[in-house]
């Protein structure tokens, strides 16, 4: 039986707690005081050659120098074990691409406790007074499909009830975006991020960490808009977060090191004296692309094609067709209503089913199929990843890395095939090569054969415009539930 369903009456919260991989967190993995905080100097120097030590032992005697007082942090990958909990949510994590996140301590003086705070007082959701910032000294990651670096609104009061709309505040970092030491490679090259909405404490900021050796070249000001942000360290304040994520590495081997440990240096900074309100405004929106129109060379025929081959393919079965939306999350209005926008990306559409779920049984087979991007240079990747409603978790994905060519089998001699995928979802696939098993187990690795399950696109990046295409350019995704009599 199939169901649809209004509301995933989930509370929406963001994962946290210990390391998601083993190994820890590198430089951040520091000796700590009584407060939780790392002793000055404490972390551990990585290996950077003769370039940028991310370690930077003079940083923070730079910072002191301009007013500036440190506390230590960490930057290390979520474990999604912990969104398992009862009562708790995933928030559709990709369940293809590993997250990584800014753990803070609270701030000087502050009583109000962060959101969801470690055994060492640090959390992924943290308060900021309006001239603090958030600096980040690290490498980025290895050679890799796509990365990027989202801050975000994670809860905020509204009319006395905290909510957490997890919305993104500006556009993503990314590799066509970010400044690094020594380009214009952006792959494993020394960094520096700064998160502020204060003006004068960025240019202290900057000063410092030029100060200790990192080239302005490579300085990255991620912006919070003072007239978006309800800054502070009391109850009433918003709680923010900084997420990294990271697919498809060339090297698996090189990429499960970085993001064991990403040898970075993570500080939260506060001016000695408070400052005055010096705003930062918002950067503009990054312009969508108009020119590729995928919708105006012949992919919306061919798609009715390939599933009415699929159809002919399964004669005796029930046959059902769920279109995808055209996945665009909107956090500007999730910010001002307190909605759930699930961590959502500017870098990223999310076409979905909506409110459709449905059971996928031992004899069930779904297809998803749609435009294979890689073959129309519409995004950089996507993915397909299927959903247990329970606890908003991604169980299996598939991704644009495999797909290509898996629309011939049902088009053959068809000469817009090629620009197709189809790819089987089942949990069994008994070697079929262009099929995705889905595990029948428990959270977050698995789904039980009578939990409902949906599906999620997700498409990355139109390249050379460093945001996500515009999804009326777009052929929407498709999902086909097949079950036999």
Not at 37 to 50: K, M, N, Q, V
Not at 270 to 283: E, G, I, M, N
Request: glycine share 10%; aromatic share 6%; with cysteine.
């Amino acid at each position: 039986m199939r169901h649809a369903f209004l509301s995933l009456g989930l509370a929406i919260t963001a994962c946290s707690g210990s390391p998601g991989v083993d190994g820890g967190s590198g430089s951040m993995d520091a000796a700590t005081d009584d407060a939780g905080t790392a002793a000055p100097d404490a972390a551990t120097p990585t290996d950077a050659g003769s370039e940028l030590d991310a370690s930077l032992p003079g940083l923070r005697e730079t910072m002191a120098a301009e007013g500036l007082d440190t506390l230590d942090g960490r930057f290390e990958a979520v474990d999604l074990s912990m969104c398992c909990e009862m009562g708790r949510s995933c928030s559709g994590n990709n369940p293809s691409s590993p997250y990584l996140s800014f753990y803070l301590p609270r701030g000087p003086g502050q009583t109000a406790p962060n959101f969801d705070e470690a055994p060492d007082g640090t959390s992924p959701g943290f308060r900021m007074r309006q001239d603090e910032a958030v600096v980040l000294v690290g490498r980025t990651p290895p050679d890799v499909r796509y990365f990027g670096f989202t801050p975000y609104l994670l809860e905020r009061d509204y009319d006395g009830t905290r909510r957490v709309p997890f919305a993104s505040l500006d556009e993503t970092l990314n590799p066509e975006t970010i400044r690094v030491e020594g380009g214009p490679e952006v792959y494993d090259r020394p960094f520096a991020l700064v998160m502020t909405g204060n003006a004068t404490t960025e240019a202290r900021v900057r000063s410092a960490l030029v100060a200790s050796g990192v080239p302005d070249e490579a300085i990255n000001l991620v912006t919070l808009d003072p007239g978006v942000v309800v800054f502070g360290l009391d109850e009433p304040a918003d709680t923010l977060s900084l997420l990294a994520r990271v697919a498809f590495f060339a090297d698996r081997a090189a990429g499960a090191a970085w993001v064991a440990d990403p040898g970075a240096t993570l500080l939260r900074v506060t001016p000695s004296t408070p400052l005055a309100p010096d705003p930062l405004a918002s950067p503009p929106a990054r312009p969508k692309d108009a020119t590729v129109d995928e919708t105006r060379d012949g992919l919306p025929a061919a798609l009715d094609r390939l599933e009415a081959a699929i159809r002919a393919a399964h004669p005796a079965d029930d046959v059902r067709a769920y279109p995808a939306n055209e996945g665009t999350a909107d956090p500007e209005a999730c910010i001002e209503t307190g909605a759930p926008c699930l961590g959502d990306n500017r870098d990223a559409l999310y076409p979905s089913l909506g409110a459709e779920a449905f059971t996928i049984l031992n004899r069930d087979s779904v297809y998803v199929i749609g435009v294979d991007l890689g073959a129309t240079g519409k995004a950089t990747y996507a993915s397909a990843s299927v959903y247990a409603l329970s606890h908003l978790v991604g169980v299996a994905a598939v991704t644009s890395e495999d797909w290509s060519g898996s629309a011939e089998r049902f088009l053959p001699g068809d000469p817009d095939a090629s620009a197709l995928f189809a790819w089987r979802v089942a949990r069994d696939c008994a070697g079929d090569a262009y099929c995705l098993e889905v595990p029948t187990g428990t959270c977050p690795s698995g789904a039980g054969l009578l939990q409902l399950l949906t599906v999620v696109f997700r498409v990355y990046v139109e390249p050379g415009h460093a945001t996500a295409p515009d999804p009326a350019l777009r052929v929407r995704e498709r999902v086909l539930h097949v079950r036999a009599p």
